[in-house]
T-cell receptor, first 114, second 114 residues
Framework: KAGVTQTPRYLIKTRGQQVTLSCSPI?????VSWYQQTPGQGLQFLFE???????NKGNFPGRFSGRQFSNSRSEMNVSTLELGDSALYLC?????????????FGNGTRLTVT | TQLLEQSPQFLSIQEGENLTVYCNSS?????LQWYRQEPGEGPVLLVT?????EVKKLKRLTFQFGDARKDSSLHITAAQPGDTGLYLC??????????????FGQGTILTVHP
């Protein structure tokens, strides 16, 4: 079974630009979550999607958005990039996203904002 | 806001030594999960503990969930260089609405020297 695939692996953007990151979950997994990982804050939850609906959202500004397609693939978008958005963005999938469900993480997209 | 305090932040030991990593909170979690992350990769699930007082063993790794489900520990016996990595604890909030959302500790960077 293929794991969670995130593209691209690396991105360099300039302040003010926008960026779209992509995530393909494990086949059969319908829940996709996104996390931001930084050295200072660790892993922080961005949002979760299930059957194309956002069910849960973390404490991030509205510049961070996401969506899920009918095949469970997900994208997240960050608009008006700031230097502080530089981070590793991790996508994780699970069959249902219910509490106690282990998350299967991709290897992340490393975003650098200059 | 639920917080998980993980300690120590850094651990540098010699091969063959034992170690314990702690994860503490004032909040109750429905489960605690432990992940290991290596450079350039996403976190990989090691174990999920669900029942208060539960102890799980994975070869040389022993995981414990506190009786009150507020804390957990990871004990490694006879550490090996292959155990080197970032260890993360993560809690799922009780109540069935945590969809895909885990609260992560800051992590413990373990280095095992040969």
């Amino acid at each position: 079974k293929a794991g969670v695939t995130q593209t691209p692996r690396y991105l360099i953007k300039t302040r003010g630009q926008q960026v779209t990151l992509s995530c393909s979950p494990i086949s059969g997994h319908r829940s996709v979550s996104w996390y931001q990982q930084t050295p200072g804050q660790g892993l922080q939850f961005l949002f979760e999607y299930f059957s194309e609906t956002q069910r849960n959202k973390g404490n991030f500004p509205g510049r961070f958005s996401g969506r899920q397609f009918s095949n469970s693939r997900s994208e997240m978008n960050v608009s008006t990039l700031e230097l502080g958005d530089s981070a590793l963005y991790l996508c994780a999938s699970s069959p249902s996203g219910r509490e106690n469900s282990p998350l299967h993480f991709g290897n992340g997209t490393r975003l650098t904002v200059t | 806001t639920q917080l998980l305090e993980q300690s120590p932040q850094f651990l540098s030991i010699q091969e063959g030594e034992n170690l314990t990593v702690y994860c503490n909170s004032s909040s109750v979690f429905s489960s605690l999960q432990w992940y290991r992350q290596e450079p350039g990769e996403g976190p990989v699930l090691l174990v999920t503990v669900v029942t208060g007082g539960e102890v799980k063993k994975l070869k040389r790794l022993t995981f414990q969930f506190g009786d009150a489900r507020k804390d957990s520990s990871l004990h490694i016996t006879a550490a090996q260089p292959g155990d080197t990595g970032l260890y993360l604890c993560a809690g799922a909030r009780a109540g069935g609405t945590s969809y895909g959302k885990l609260t992560f500790g800051q992590g413990t960077i373990l280095t095992v020297h040969p």
